[in-house]
């Protein structure tokens, strides 16, 4: 049996999960299961205590790429695989938000809008894509697609990785060593890293002013990785000129948060890269086969690295 919670779309889950695994009962929660029959559970984010009584768990297959909130959970033994989403739709639609905040950089959007305000007929020099330097932080499967995207329009990319990636166009920027750099060089910081021990408050006052002056962050990875009051220090400073956030530290983020009316900022809530029901189903339903054959699903996740 397998058991679901997807709160965003629990019908149309259940529905494609069952005609793709017609050999499976497939049930929702909160619907009542014999927990101790639960063979694979596909979720994102369940409610706390999801998990108990499942003794005949096979595998947890997460609703998403990021698996930072499930690792964390104590109702999930160690011993159960993880097998999380590996790009299935959301690496384009990823490009595309970066894509955009890109744009509002380099085409300078922000001045227009503010000397719109003043009916300020004015035009202002561009850079070209050549001389927009972008930093990618993460060149995972999301990452990775979004660097060397960016090299074939023309951008001057740059990657980083914890262990390398060799993408073309794109300069592989290797370990914690060689972040400064990386950081010195990009006038647009696209982070994309998943939350790990070694990745949580990583964007600090100290690295996001090795950006050069002007610079604009996009942070569509986790909040947790960007000190939120340090970027608005070098915000309001004017070193750092525009930033666009898909993720915060608590989501949603609260109504009073200085994020909200900053005119620097421009926000949205978790929706860079959205889970798509006939790709994530197709992914979950192959993976299940290949355990099921006692092959290595496709992102399994490794919990020591916590990704
Ligand atoms: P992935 O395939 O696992 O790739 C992770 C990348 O991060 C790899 O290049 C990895 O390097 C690098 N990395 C991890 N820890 C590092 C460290 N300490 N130092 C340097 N590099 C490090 O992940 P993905 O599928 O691309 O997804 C990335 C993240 O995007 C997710 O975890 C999630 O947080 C976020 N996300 C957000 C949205 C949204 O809507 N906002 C949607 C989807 C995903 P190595 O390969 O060398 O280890
Ligand atoms: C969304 O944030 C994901 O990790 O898929």
């Known amino acids: 049996m397998l058991y679901l919670y997807a709160p965003q779309d629990m019908v149309r889950y259940q529905h494609a999960l069952q005609q793709a695994l017609p050999q499976h009962k497939v049930q929702c929660w909160p619907e009542e299961v014999a927990v101790g029959q639960v063979d694979y559970a596909v979720v994102w984010n369940p409610p706390a205590g999801f998990f108990n009584g499942m003794v005949n768990l096979q595998a947890v297959f997460v609703l998403g790429a990021g698996v930072d909130r499930i690792l964390k959970r104590d109702d999930l033994p160690s011993t159960v695989p993880i097998v999380r989403?590996?790009?299935?739709?959301?690496?384009?639609?990823?490009?595309?938000?970066?894509?955009?905040?890109?744009?509002?950089?380099?085409?300078?959007?922000?001045?227009?809008?503010?000397?719109?305000?003043?009916?300020?007929?004015?035009?202002?020099t561009a850079l070209s894509a050549g001389q927009t330097r972008i930093g990618v932080?993460?060149?995972?499967?999301i990452g990775g697609w979004v660097a060397q995207s960016l090299a074939a329009m023309g951008y001057a990319v740059?990657?980083?990785?914890?262990?390398?990636?060799?993408?073309?166009?794109?300069?592989?920027?290797i370990g914690e060593a060689a972040l400064p750099d990386l950081l010195a060089r990009s006038d647009i910081l696209v982070n994309l890293l998943p939350a790990t021990p070694q990745t949580r408050g990583l964007l600090n006052a100290?690295?996001?002013?090795?950006?050069?002056s002007?610079?604009?962050?996009?942070?569509?990875?986790?909040?947790?990785?960007?000190d939120e009051a340090a970027l608005l220090g070098l915000l309001?400073?004017?070193?750092?000129?525009?930033?666009?956030?898909?993720?915060?530290?608590?989501?949603?983020?609260?109504?009073?948060?200085?994020l909200w009316s900053?005119?620097?900022?421009?926000?949205?809530?978790?929706?860079?890269?959205?889970t798509q029901v006939q790709p994530a189903v197709a992914q979950i339903s192959a993976n299940l086969q290949a355990?099921?054959?006692?092959?290595l699903p496709h992102g399994l996740v490794e919990r020591e690295r916590g990704y």
């Open 85 to 124: 989403l590996t790009d299935a739709g959301m690496a384009q639609q990823m490009l595309e938000y970066v894509l955009y905040g890109v744009l509002h950089v380099q085409r300078q959007m922000g001045q227009y809008r503010r000397q719109q305000t003043l009916r300020q007929w004015q035009a202002l």
């Open 137 to 141: 932080l993460g060149l995972g499967e």
């Open 158 to 173: 740059a990657g980083w990785s914890r262990t390398g990636r060799q993408l073309p166009g794109v300069q592989d920027y």
């Open 206 to 212: 100290y690295l996001l002013s090795r950006l050069p």
């Open 214 to 226: 002007g610079a604009a962050l996009i942070n569509a990875g986790r909040g947790e990785q960007v």
């Open 236 to 258: 309001d400073s004017g070193h750092l000129r525009f930033a666009m956030l898909d993720v915060f530290e608590v989501e949603p983020l609260e109504t009073v948060h200085p």
């Open 262 to 274: 900053h005119p620097s900022v421009l926000l949205t809530p978790h929706i860079a890269a959205m």
């Open 291 to 295: 355990i099921k054959q006692g092959q």
